[in-house]
């Protein structure tokens, strides 16, 4: 049974970093791909940028320039290395992986997530 624990989460002032953590624990067969969302109070869960099984990396507009996905070669760990943070950016930034329980069911894990909040 897959388990993801973010962590890194905390208050911070406008332009400042904040460095996330996805810690991943059990097994699974096949990996599709691992990524951080983000869902603000009333707002729609969105992607922040995410790792494909071939390496290839997608970002949100809103976050290209200012942030950093990566993993270990494990894919045991993501990391979200966020700079340069925006008030609007405020939101609980939750870790997910997409992947497969075996050959022929697909299966994807959520963190309960961690909170960002960005003062003004």
């Known amino acids: 049974q897959v388990q993801l624990v973010e962590s890194g989460g905390g208050l911070v002032q406008t332009g400042g970093s904040l460095r996330l953590s996805c810690a991943r624990s059990?097994?699974?067969?096949?990996?599709?791909?691992m990524g951080w969302y983000r869902q603000a109070p009333g707002k729609q869960r969105e992607l922040v940028a995410r790792?494909?099984?071939?390496?290839?990396?997608n970002y949100a507009d809103f976050v290209r320039g200012r942030f950093t996905i990566s993993r270990d070669a494990a894919r045991k760990t993501v990391i979200l290395q966020m700079n340069s943070l925006k008030p609007e950016d405020t939101a609980v930034y939750y870790c997910?992986?997409?992947?497969?329980?075996?050959?022929?069911?697909?299966?994807?894990?959520w963190g309960k997530g961690t909170q960002v909040t960005v003062s003004s």
């Open positions: 790792i494909r099984d071939d390496g290839s990396i």
């Open positions: 997910n992986v997409a992947g497969f329980t075996d050959p022929w069911n697909a299966a994807q894990y």
């Open positions: 059990g097994v699974i067969f096949k990996i599709s791909d």
